[in-house]
């Protein structure tokens, strides 16, 4: 039987919206389902593309891949929702400590981190409005995407062509056969969970180590200080605060493992406030806050590839909080896997059941 699709992918976020797009580039259309869970990550994640991560300044894991692709792909999506949603933005790293500029000097000397690394600035670059007294430097091909404009765009696309349902995929209630999955009365040659930290009860997976990391962020106006001269730039120093216009911010994020919900709370927003009052001149009014879950498994690698207990099952997930640097060139490795049979070595996530 020739399946109404050759794929259901569960979940609109960044992999499932990078996935669709992977395929129609191959001519492959596929199904999307997505229930709108206000927590899950993509519905508040800044969306930065930082080619730096971490206090030590390390270039992003297989950035020099992933990084072209993304750029590539988030043109191309610009002109096919009609609309800007990434915008290439620099990123200004406040040097934090003395080890932190340790870390940077070496990176200074190395060839595969100085390709990202571009003006380095004096102390004091911005007197009145950022704290810098050791220097900062600026981060290269970076920028940031408007997530949940994406994901609100991308879904009206694909609803105008009959190619969308906004409904939770429960794994219990698929159909798996031989030659197809059936869900809804709707049959598909693949399903594709891109479900984000859910996947951890998702029973075709069972026994992948999820860590998930909830996070809080907030939207700002600016109540003093001379935030009209903040450069036109993300600005990180541990957490990181991006200038909307009009005196509005974003700023985040936290990172907590002892709850999994959209819950926001005073000791998050004390967390985020806190720190940027370490290196913004300035007082803020808190205008929203929101949280997210962010799908995490425990080595820190996408998990990517077949369920063991059926090939006609897969997923794409462990993200994390690379997911927009990462998720264009994951979905190609994906479909490589599964359209011609490419390796996905130690993405594969049956790295986890060979251990047993």
């Excluded at 100085?114 to 911005?126: A, F, H, K, L």
């Excluded at 985020?272 to 997210?292: C, D, K, P, R, Y």
């Excluded at 063991?308 to 997911?323: A, Q």
């Amino acid at each position: 039987m020739k399946p109404d699709f050759p794929y259901l992918i569960v979940g609109l976020g960044i992999a499932g919206t990078s996935l669709w797009r992977a395929l129609e580039r191959r001519g492959i259309p596929a199904f999307v389902a997505d229930a709108g869970d206000a927590h899950a990550a993509s519905r508040v994640a800044p969306g930065v593309v930082n080619p730096l991560a971490g206090k030590r300044l390390n270039p992003s894991w297989r950035v020099a891949e992933q990084l072209p692709v993304a750029l590539d792909y988030y043109r191309e999506l610009d002109a096919l929702l009609g609309e800007r949603v990434f915008h290439p933005t620099p990123i200004i790293r406040i040097i934090k400590d003395a080890e932190q500029r340790e870390f940077f000097e070496k990176r200074k000397l190395q060839e595969r981190a100085q390709s990202y690394i571009g003006r380095e600035y004096e102390p004091d670059r911005w007197p009145g409005v950022l704290k810098d007294p050791l220097g900062s430097f600026e981060a290269t091909a970076s920028g940031y995407l408007d997530v949940a404009r994406t994901v609100e765009l991308a879904e009206a696309l694909l609803a105008r062509a009959g190619r969308f349902a906004k409904e939770r995929v429960l794994a219990e209630e698929l159909e798996v056969r031989e030659d197809c999955v059936i869900w809804r009365g709707k049959s598909f040659g693949r399903v594709v969970f891109c479900e984000g930290w859910l996947a951890g009860k998702n029973q075709f997976f069972e026994g992948l180590p999820f860590k998930p990391a909830k996070g809080e962020m907030m939207t700002l106006r600016a109540k003093s200080g001379n935030l009209d001269s903040f450069p036109q730039a993300i600005v990180n120093r541990g957490k990181w605060i991006l200038p909307l216009g009009n005196g509005l911010f974003r700023a985040g994020s936290t990172y907590s493992w002892d709850s999994f919900d959209d819950v926001t709370s005073e000791a998050g927003k004390d967390t985020v406030l806190n720190a940027l009052g370490e290196f913004v001149v300035g007082e803020f009014e808190v205008l929203s806050q929101n949280a997210g879950v962010r799908p995490i498994v425990k080595d820190y690698r996408p998990v990517l590839g077949v369920s063991p207990k059926s090939d006609r099952v897969c997923m794409f997930n462990g993200l994390g909080s690379k997911g927009v640097l990462a998720a264009p060139w994951l979905a190609e490795q994906l479909l490589n896997h599964l359209e011609g049979g490419a390796p996905l070595g130690e993405m594969d996530l049956a790295r986890f059941f060979r251990r047993k």
